[in-house]
Protein backbone atom coordinates (compact mmCIF):
# COMPACT_ATOMS: atom_id res chain seq x y z
CA UNK A 1 0.00 0.00 0.00
CA UNK A 2 1.38 3.73 -0.93
CA UNK A 3 2.09 5.45 2.26
CA UNK A 4 1.39 8.81 3.16
CA UNK A 5 4.90 10.02 3.17
CA UNK A 6 5.38 8.76 -0.23
CA UNK A 7 2.51 10.91 -1.45
CA UNK A 8 3.85 13.68 0.15
CA UNK A 9 7.56 13.47 -1.02
CA UNK A 10 5.93 13.25 -4.61
CA UNK A 11 3.72 15.89 -4.63
CA UNK A 12 6.83 18.00 -2.82
CA UNK A 13 9.04 17.04 -5.82
CA UNK A 14 5.77 18.01 -8.20
CA UNK A 15 5.39 21.38 -6.62
CA UNK A 16 9.33 22.19 -6.75
CA UNK A 17 9.43 20.96 -10.97
CA UNK A 18 6.61 23.07 -11.91
CA UNK A 19 7.72 26.15 -10.25
CA UNK A 20 11.08 26.08 -11.67
CA UNK A 21 9.80 25.73 -15.18
CA UNK A 22 7.04 28.74 -14.58
CA UNK A 23 9.86 31.30 -13.61
CA UNK A 24 11.57 29.89 -16.99
CA UNK A 25 8.76 31.07 -18.50
CA UNK A 26 8.18 33.94 -17.18
CA UNK A 27 11.63 35.37 -17.55
CA UNK A 28 11.33 37.88 -14.83
CA UNK A 29 9.15 36.92 -11.71
CA UNK A 30 10.38 33.95 -9.28
CA UNK A 31 8.37 32.98 -6.79
CA UNK A 32 8.29 33.79 -3.20
CA UNK A 33 8.47 30.54 -0.72
CA UNK A 34 6.36 30.96 2.70
CA UNK A 35 6.63 27.63 5.01
CA UNK A 36 3.43 27.60 7.46
CA UNK A 37 2.68 25.23 10.23
CA UNK A 38 -1.23 24.80 10.61
CA UNK A 39 -2.87 24.94 14.08
CA UNK A 40 -3.99 21.52 14.54
CA UNK A 41 -1.22 19.34 12.89
CA UNK A 42 1.19 20.03 9.55
CA UNK A 43 1.31 23.10 7.27
CA UNK A 44 2.63 23.86 3.99
CA UNK A 45 4.76 25.87 1.59
CA UNK A 46 3.06 28.51 0.05
CA UNK A 47 5.04 29.78 -3.27
CA UNK A 48 3.72 32.96 -4.77
CA UNK A 49 4.66 34.55 -8.26
CA UNK A 50 3.59 38.09 -9.03
CA UNK A 51 3.83 41.45 -11.33
CA UNK A 52 6.25 38.80 -14.53
CA UNK A 53 6.22 39.34 -17.75
CA UNK A 54 3.65 36.83 -18.29
CA UNK A 55 2.14 36.34 -15.30
CA UNK A 56 0.17 39.16 -13.16
CA UNK A 57 -0.22 36.59 -10.19
CA UNK A 58 -0.08 33.35 -9.96
CA UNK A 59 0.57 30.35 -6.86
CA UNK A 60 1.97 27.39 -6.56
CA UNK A 61 0.43 25.20 -3.20
CA UNK A 62 1.85 22.42 -1.35
CA UNK A 63 0.04 21.34 1.65
CA UNK A 64 0.40 18.07 4.03
CA UNK A 65 -1.91 18.61 7.19
CA UNK A 66 -3.50 16.59 9.67
CA UNK A 67 -5.74 16.64 12.72
CA UNK A 68 -9.48 16.35 13.69
CA UNK A 69 -12.10 16.52 11.46
CA UNK A 70 -14.75 19.30 12.66
CA UNK A 71 -18.30 18.26 12.23
CA UNK A 72 -19.55 20.04 9.72
CA UNK A 73 -17.14 18.53 7.64
CA UNK A 74 -17.41 14.71 8.71
CA UNK A 75 -20.84 15.24 7.73
CA UNK A 76 -20.29 16.55 4.08
CA UNK A 77 -17.52 13.75 3.66
CA UNK A 78 -19.83 11.31 4.62
CA UNK A 79 -17.37 10.12 7.16
CA UNK A 80 -17.53 9.10 10.93
CA UNK A 81 -13.88 8.89 11.90
CA UNK A 82 -12.44 12.15 13.79
CA UNK A 83 -8.75 11.95 12.45
CA UNK A 84 -7.88 12.80 9.03
CA UNK A 85 -4.43 13.52 6.75
CA UNK A 86 -4.45 15.54 3.46
CA UNK A 87 -1.86 16.64 0.99
CA UNK A 88 -2.02 18.41 -2.29
CA UNK A 89 -0.70 20.68 -4.61
CA UNK A 90 -2.59 23.10 -6.45
CA UNK A 91 -2.10 25.88 -8.88
CA UNK A 92 -3.85 28.84 -10.12
CA UNK A 93 -2.43 31.56 -12.69
CA UNK A 94 -3.57 34.72 -13.60
CA UNK A 95 -1.63 36.04 -16.50
CA UNK A 96 -1.71 39.84 -17.54
CA UNK A 97 -2.60 39.26 -20.66
CA UNK A 98 -6.17 38.80 -22.28
CA UNK A 99 -5.10 36.05 -25.20
CA UNK A 100 -3.26 33.58 -22.39
CA UNK A 101 -5.90 31.50 -20.72
CA UNK A 102 -6.49 31.64 -16.61
CA UNK A 103 -5.67 28.03 -15.35
CA UNK A 104 -6.27 25.90 -12.58
CA UNK A 105 -4.97 22.26 -11.63
CA UNK A 106 -5.06 20.60 -8.65
CA UNK A 107 -3.84 16.79 -7.07
CA UNK A 108 -4.95 15.79 -3.75
CA UNK A 109 -4.86 12.57 -1.59
CA UNK A 110 -7.22 12.08 1.52
CA UNK A 111 -7.16 9.64 4.22
CA UNK A 112 -8.66 8.71 7.74
CA UNK A 113 -6.17 7.05 9.46
CA UNK A 114 -8.25 6.23 12.80
CA UNK A 115 -10.03 3.73 10.05
CA UNK A 116 -6.68 1.85 9.36
CA UNK A 117 -6.33 -1.40 11.44
CA UNK A 118 -10.09 -1.89 12.12
CA UNK A 119 -12.88 -4.12 10.47
CA UNK A 120 -13.97 -1.65 7.90
CA UNK A 121 -12.30 -0.81 4.93
CA UNK A 122 -9.86 1.98 4.77
CA UNK A 123 -11.03 5.47 4.20
CA UNK A 124 -8.83 6.51 1.41
CA UNK A 125 -9.10 8.70 -1.79
CA UNK A 126 -7.34 10.55 -4.87
CA UNK A 127 -9.15 13.61 -5.79
CA UNK A 128 -8.06 16.23 -8.80
CA UNK A 129 -8.65 17.81 -12.01
CA UNK A 130 -6.89 20.40 -14.39
CA UNK A 131 -9.36 23.03 -16.03
CA UNK A 132 -8.85 26.22 -18.25
CA UNK A 133 -10.46 29.45 -18.21
CA UNK A 134 -9.53 31.95 -21.07
CA UNK A 135 -10.99 35.37 -21.65
CA UNK A 136 -11.63 34.46 -25.26
CA UNK A 137 -12.08 30.90 -26.14
CA UNK A 138 -9.73 30.32 -29.12
CA UNK A 139 -10.98 26.83 -30.75
CA UNK A 140 -7.64 25.60 -31.42
CA UNK A 141 -6.02 25.77 -28.10
CA UNK A 142 -9.43 25.07 -26.52
CA UNK A 143 -8.79 21.76 -28.64
CA UNK A 144 -5.14 21.43 -27.69
CA UNK A 145 -5.98 21.66 -24.19
CA UNK A 146 -8.43 19.04 -24.01
CA UNK A 147 -6.25 16.49 -26.32
CA UNK A 148 -3.91 16.86 -24.63
CA UNK A 149 -5.95 16.07 -21.40
CA UNK A 150 -7.18 13.22 -23.11
CA UNK A 151 -4.20 11.85 -23.80
CA UNK A 152 -2.77 11.57 -19.82
CA UNK A 153 -6.23 9.80 -19.35
CA UNK A 154 -6.50 7.92 -21.67
CA UNK A 155 -3.05 6.08 -20.25
CA UNK A 156 -4.53 4.97 -17.83
CA UNK A 157 -8.05 4.22 -18.12
CA UNK A 158 -10.52 4.17 -21.06
CA UNK A 159 -12.86 5.80 -19.72
CA UNK A 160 -11.27 8.46 -17.41
CA UNK A 161 -11.58 11.44 -20.10
CA UNK A 162 -15.32 10.74 -20.42
CA UNK A 163 -16.23 10.41 -17.17
CA UNK A 164 -14.10 13.34 -15.62
CA UNK A 165 -14.70 16.01 -18.63
CA UNK A 166 -18.34 15.65 -17.47
CA UNK A 167 -17.78 15.83 -13.88
CA UNK A 168 -15.75 19.15 -14.60
CA UNK A 169 -18.06 20.55 -16.64
CA UNK A 170 -20.60 19.93 -13.84
CA UNK A 171 -18.46 21.36 -11.24
CA UNK A 172 -16.70 24.42 -12.97
CA UNK A 173 -20.29 25.70 -13.50
CA UNK A 174 -21.67 29.15 -12.10
CA UNK A 175 -25.39 28.46 -11.45
CA UNK A 176 -26.13 31.99 -10.57
CA UNK A 177 -24.91 33.16 -13.95
CA UNK A 178 -25.84 30.19 -16.08
CA UNK A 179 -22.80 29.56 -18.01
CA UNK A 180 -19.36 27.16 -17.17
CA UNK A 181 -16.13 29.02 -15.91
CA UNK A 182 -14.61 28.00 -18.74
CA UNK A 183 -14.04 25.79 -21.26
CA UNK A 184 -13.65 23.01 -18.36
CA UNK A 185 -10.95 19.79 -18.86
CA UNK A 186 -11.56 17.00 -15.98
CA UNK A 187 -12.46 17.09 -12.42
CA UNK A 188 -12.49 14.00 -10.10
CA UNK A 189 -12.59 13.16 -6.88
CA UNK A 190 -12.75 9.82 -4.15
CA UNK A 191 -10.80 7.48 -6.95
CA UNK A 192 -10.05 4.40 -5.14
CA UNK A 193 -8.41 1.44 -6.03
CA UNK A 194 -10.80 -1.78 -6.95
CA UNK A 195 -10.52 -4.89 -9.53
CA UNK A 196 -9.43 -2.91 -12.61
CA UNK A 197 -7.48 0.22 -11.19
CA UNK A 198 -4.77 -0.64 -8.63
CA UNK A 199 -3.39 2.33 -5.92
CA UNK A 200 -0.51 2.52 -8.07
CA UNK A 201 -2.06 2.81 -11.10
CA UNK A 202 -4.28 5.79 -9.40
CA UNK A 203 -0.97 7.63 -7.50
CA UNK A 204 1.48 7.05 -11.18
CA UNK A 205 -2.41 8.97 -12.89
CA UNK A 206 -2.34 11.73 -10.48
CA UNK A 207 1.47 12.74 -10.86
CA UNK A 208 0.80 11.97 -14.56
CA UNK A 209 -1.59 14.57 -14.40
CA UNK A 210 0.65 17.31 -12.38
CA UNK A 211 3.12 16.89 -14.57
CA UNK A 212 1.21 17.43 -17.82
CA UNK A 213 0.79 21.11 -16.28
CA UNK A 214 4.02 22.53 -17.68
CA UNK A 215 4.24 20.89 -21.28
CA UNK A 216 0.67 22.12 -21.93
CA UNK A 217 0.12 25.67 -20.08
CA UNK A 218 4.02 26.61 -21.73
CA UNK A 219 2.65 25.73 -25.02
CA UNK A 220 -0.41 27.89 -25.15
CA UNK A 221 1.44 30.84 -23.06
CA UNK A 222 4.14 30.32 -26.28
CA UNK A 223 0.98 30.61 -28.60
CA UNK A 224 -0.25 33.83 -27.21
CA UNK A 225 1.73 35.72 -25.73
CA UNK A 226 3.23 38.21 -27.95
CA UNK A 227 0.14 39.08 -30.03
CA UNK A 228 -1.32 42.97 -29.09
CA UNK A 229 -4.54 43.48 -26.85
CA UNK A 230 -6.05 46.69 -26.66
CA UNK A 231 -8.43 48.91 -23.46
CA UNK A 232 -11.43 46.78 -24.24
CA UNK A 233 -9.68 43.39 -24.37
CA UNK A 234 -8.16 44.18 -21.18
CA UNK A 235 -11.50 45.32 -19.50
CA UNK A 236 -13.00 41.93 -21.09
CA UNK A 237 -10.29 40.29 -19.03
CA UNK A 238 -10.95 41.78 -16.01
CA UNK A 239 -15.10 40.67 -16.42
CA UNK A 240 -13.98 37.27 -16.76
CA UNK A 241 -11.83 37.36 -13.57
CA UNK A 242 -14.82 38.17 -11.86
CA UNK A 243 -16.59 35.58 -12.88
CA UNK A 244 -13.44 32.90 -11.75
CA UNK A 245 -13.93 34.84 -8.65
CA UNK A 246 -17.66 34.51 -7.73
CA UNK A 247 -16.91 30.76 -8.53
CA UNK A 248 -14.14 30.08 -6.45
CA UNK A 249 -15.99 32.60 -3.45
CA UNK A 250 -19.57 30.52 -3.80
CA UNK A 251 -19.05 27.38 -5.04
CA UNK A 252 -15.46 25.91 -4.97
CA UNK A 253 -14.60 22.47 -2.73
CA UNK A 254 -11.54 23.19 -1.96
CA UNK A 255 -11.87 26.84 -0.76
CA UNK A 256 -14.83 25.76 1.41
CA UNK A 257 -12.66 22.37 2.91
CA UNK A 258 -9.53 25.39 3.50
CA UNK A 259 -12.16 27.73 5.71
CA UNK A 260 -13.71 24.59 7.60
CA UNK A 261 -10.39 23.13 8.54
CA UNK A 262 -8.73 26.29 10.33
CA UNK A 263 -6.40 26.51 7.02
CA UNK A 264 -4.31 28.98 6.01
CA UNK A 265 -6.61 32.39 4.83
CA UNK A 266 -3.42 33.74 2.11
CA UNK A 267 -2.93 30.00 0.97
CA UNK A 268 -6.38 29.60 0.27
CA UNK A 269 -7.77 32.85 -0.98
CA UNK A 270 -4.61 32.80 -3.64
CA UNK A 271 -6.73 31.96 -6.69
CA UNK A 272 -8.36 35.30 -6.11
CA UNK A 273 -7.07 37.46 -9.32
CA UNK A 274 -5.36 40.82 -7.96
CA UNK A 275 -7.54 42.77 -10.28
CA UNK A 276 -11.48 42.36 -11.27
CA UNK A 277 -14.01 44.46 -12.29
CA UNK A 278 -17.90 44.52 -11.95
CA UNK A 279 -19.76 46.41 -14.69
CA UNK A 280 -23.07 46.78 -14.05
CA UNK A 281 -25.45 44.71 -16.62
CA UNK A 282 -22.63 44.46 -19.14
CA UNK A 283 -23.82 43.44 -22.50
CA UNK A 284 -20.88 42.41 -25.03
CA UNK A 285 -21.58 43.84 -28.85
CA UNK A 286 -23.52 41.51 -31.25
CA UNK A 287 -21.17 40.06 -33.35
CA UNK A 288 -17.98 40.29 -30.86
CA UNK A 289 -15.31 38.33 -29.99
CA UNK A 290 -17.03 38.28 -26.73
CA UNK A 291 -20.16 37.52 -27.58
CA UNK A 292 -18.62 34.78 -28.97
CA UNK A 293 -16.90 33.69 -25.90
CA UNK A 294 -20.00 33.38 -23.81
CA UNK A 295 -21.94 31.47 -26.39
CA UNK A 296 -19.39 29.00 -25.95
CA UNK A 297 -19.40 29.14 -21.94
CA UNK A 298 -21.93 25.84 -21.79
CA UNK A 299 -21.83 21.97 -21.24
CA UNK A 300 -21.24 19.60 -23.44
CA UNK A 301 -18.89 20.97 -25.96
CA UNK A 302 -16.75 17.75 -27.17
CA UNK A 303 -13.31 20.04 -27.35
CA UNK A 304 -11.16 17.35 -28.35
Given amino acids: ?54 FEKGGVNFSAV ?116 GIGGIFYDRLTANEELSWDTIFDFSKALGRSFIPVYTELVERNRHSSFNEQEQLWQYLRRSRYTEFNLVYDAGTKFGLETNGRIESILMSLPPTAKWLYNYQPQPGSEEERTLSLLKKGINWA
Fill in 1 to 54: MISKEQITADYQQIQDEICAALELTDGKATFEEEVWEREGGGGGRTRIIQNGNI
Fill in 66 to 181: HGQLPENMKRALQVTEDDFFATGVSIVIHPNHPMVPIIHMNIRYFEMPSSFGNEHQPVRWFGGGIDLTPHYIIDADAQYFHSSIKSVCDAYYHDFYHRFKLWADDYFYIKHRNETR
